[in-house]
């Protein structure tokens, strides 16, 4: 079991920046692959960044690659999502999300993640 509380969220003008952070419970941060997801109004909850185990590999959805950075600490317990230049068509709900799937390093479709955060909202004025 492990819950997820994200933060950092906020109001910003396009091309600024913000880091997201995500504090996740439980003594096997380490045995979870990690990713966030984005939902803006009246879409779907997409994918945008996820990090393996021990925070070697990353993978991006097209449209971040460049900008975003995912990072783990799991000494610390926690996941971050580095956001750059951002654009009005960032602006959603992030969640954090963990996977204990144990069969890839990390994942791109929901529904392998079994954790939630609740999350964090982003809004970016043009």
């Known amino acids: 079991q492990v819950q997820l509380v994200e933060s950092g969220g906020g109001l910003v003008q396009a091309g600024s920046s913000l880091r997201l952070s995500c504090a996740a419970s439980?003594?096997?941060?380490?045995?979870?692959?990690m990713g966030w997801f984005r939902q803006a109004p009246g879409k779907e909850r997409e994918f945008v960044a996820a990090v393996g185990r021990s925070g070697s590999n990353t993978y991006y959805t097209d449209s971040v690659k460049g900008r975003f950075t995912i990072s783990r600490d799991n000494a610390k317990n926690l996941v971050y999502l580095q956001m750059n230049s951002l654009k009005p068509e960032d602006t959603a709900v992030y969640y954090c999300a963990a996977s204990g799937n144990p069969m890839r390093d990390y994942y791109v479709s929901r529904i392998h993640y079994g954790y939630w955060g609740q999350g964090t909202q982003v809004t970016v004025s043009s």
């Open positions: 439980g003594r096997t941060f380490s045995g979870y692959a």
